[in-house]
């Protein structure tokens, strides 16, 4: 696998284009994003902290839980600690849409919550 190191950039608002190996978190906004760890170049937003906790050491990144690129071709699966990422098995196509779909119905909860209108499915299951 490969090893790949992310730096944490705080920033007021996401970059339209974002480097590789820099994790960028807006705490205003409460998403993170980066470019996956694998070199694909899909772009991961997290939601922080919905399900995501995002924080810097010694300007390296660190991610909990794990991050699953579900909708990606790749189906990376990996943790990011202190900069270093930490590889894990890739998701079959059936849990990464399991993992969506519990993703978009923890989001449609919190709206409901919120009473906000749902903003739409992002991505379909």
């Known amino acids: 696998m490969l090893t790949v190191r992310f730096t944490y950039q705080a920033v007021e608002r ?5 480097d590789y190996r820099v994790l960028y978190h807006s705490e205003e906004f409460e998403v993170a994003a980066l470019s996956c760890a694998c070199g694909c170049g899909q772009r991961v937003m997290l939601l ?16 909990r ?6 909708d990606a071709p790749c ?8 900069g270093q990422v930490e590889w894990l098995p890739a998701f079959s196509t059936a849990q990464a849409s399991n993992v969506m779909r519990m993703q978009i119905a923890r989001q449609e909860r919190r709206s409901a919550v919120k009473g906000e209108q749902p903003a739409g499915r992002m991505f379909k299951p």
């Open 14 to 18: 996401l970059p339209k284009q974002i």
């Open 48 to 63: 922080v902290p919905d399900s995501h906790q995002v924080s810097s050491q010694d300007g390296m990144a660190t991610v």
């Open 65 to 70: 839980p794990s991050i699953s690129v579900c």
């Open 75 to 82: 189906k990376s699966h990996y943790f990011i600690s202190a």
